[in-house]
């Protein structure tokens, strides 16, 4: 991976600036995009303590011109995008019954438009080289249902399978496209979920009046659990996967 470039969405976050930080520590040169400018400052001064070079880049998925302009910015500043991670995500959870028309116009605004968009973007530009590889950062409740989650599991599992259909597409131009399922991980949007300190260990043991089973593996993962297994399906290790997603849960989604 050393001096390829990699284009990371959802950067500031939990999940995406653990990509962002393993990316870049297998000499990547790494555009992270966020819409939280403040919050991608801080990531970028924190790895730059660190060593690592990392470039942000404040975008907005959900906006399709924007995300295009910044594409065609990170591949004039920096060399043509060879890896693209869709890490970018929000959850608002709620019963679908009294759930609100802004809440599920912002999760698949972000969580599913911001794919295509930029997929699409950077694909394109794939398409033209003839090579490149793209993951999705999707969820273990794209395939398993979860109660008060309807609009999250709804638009991951839309955003995992245009992904395997995106990459059946671009196969033919040498692109691979694959999608990492993660489960509970130890980031702000898991612990948004949490009301006390019992948080941790009923997320552990499971809730059988939610019908959520625990994790077998006793614990939650850490962020970088996940980015391993996105560096692994970018990597040339993986290079014949794809159309493939892998779960990353502990066994908390039962092989699902």
Same mark, same amino acid.
Request: one cysteine or more; charged letters at 20%.
């Given at each position: 991976?050393?001096h390829?470039?990699?284009?990371v969405?959802? %950067?500031a976050?939990?999940?995406? $600036?653990?990509?962002?930080? !393993?990316?870049?520590k297998?000499?990547a040169?790494?555009a #992270? +995009?966020?819409r939280d400018?403040?919050?991608?400052?801080d990531?970028?001064?924190?790895l730059?303590?660190e060593?690592?070079?990392?470039?942000g880049?404040?975008v907005?998925?959900?906006?399709?011109?924007a995300?295009?302009?910044?594409?065609?910015?990170?591949e004039?500043?920096l060399g043509?995008?060879?890896?693209l991670?869709?890490?970018?995500g929000?959850?608002?959870?709620?019963?679908?019954?009294?759930?609100s028309?802004?809440?599920?116009?912002?999760t698949?605004a972000?969580?599913?438009?911001?794919v295509?968009?930029?997929?699409?973007?950077v694909?394109?530009?794939? %398409?033209?080289r003839r090579?490149g $590889?793209v993951v999705?950062? !999707?969820?273990?409740a794209?395939?398993v249902?979860?109660s #008060? +989650?309807?609009?999250?599991?709804?638009?991951?599992?839309?955003?995992?399978?245009?992904?395997?259909?995106?990459?059946?597409?671009?196969?033919p131009?040498?692109?691979?496209?694959?999608v990492?399922a993660?489960?509970?991980t130890?980031?702000?949007?898991?612990t948004?979920?949490?009301?006390d300190?019992?948080?941790?260990?009923?997320t552990?043991?499971g809730?059988?009046?939610?019908?959520?089973?625990?994790?077998?593996?006793?614990?939650i993962a850490?962020p970088s659990?996940?980015?391993?297994?996105?560096?692994?399906?970018?990597?040339?290790?993986?290079?014949?996967?794809?159309?493939?997603?892998l779960?990353?849960?502990g066994?908390?989604?039962?092989?699902?």
């Amino acid at each position: 991976m050393e001096h390829t470039v990699a284009i990371v969405t959802g %950067a500031a976050g939990g999940i995406g $600036a653990a990509v962002v930080r !393993a990316l870049a520590k297998r000499g990547a040169v790494v555009a #992270a +995009m966020d819409r939280d400018q403040q919050r991608l400052a801080d990531l970028t001064d924190k790895l730059a303590t660190e060593g690592l070079t990392v470039h942000g880049v404040p975008v907005d998925v959900s906006d399709a011109d924007a995300v295009e302009a910044a594409v065609e910015e990170v591949e004039q500043r920096l060399g043509p995008v060879e890896y693209l991670v869709n890490a970018a995500g929000v959850l608002r959870l709620g019963p679908v019954l009294g759930y609100s028309h802004e809440d599920w116009r912002t999760t698949f605004a972000v969580n599913v438009n911001g794919v295509f968009h930029t997929s699409r973007a950077v694909v394109d530009r794939m %398409a033209r080289r003839r090579h490149g $590889a793209v993951v999705t950062v !999707a969820s273990n409740a794209a395939y398993v249902p979860r109660s #008060a +989650m309807a609009a999250y599991a709804a638009s991951k599992a839309a955003a995992a399978m245009f992904t395997k259909s995106l990459g059946l597409e671009a196969a033919p131009y040498g692109i691979r496209c694959n999608v990492v399922a993660p489960g509970s991980t130890d980031t702000p949007m898991l612990t948004s979920m949490w009301q006390d300190e019992s948080g941790p260990a009923a997320t552990v043991h499971g809730d059988l009046d939610s019908f959520r089973v625990g994790i077998p593996l006793g614990r939650i993962a850490q962020p970088s659990a996940i980015a391993d297994a996105v560096v692994f399906l970018l990597s040339a290790e993986a290079s014949h996967i794809t159309l493939s997603h892998l779960t990353v849960d502990g066994g908390a989604a039962l092989g699902a």
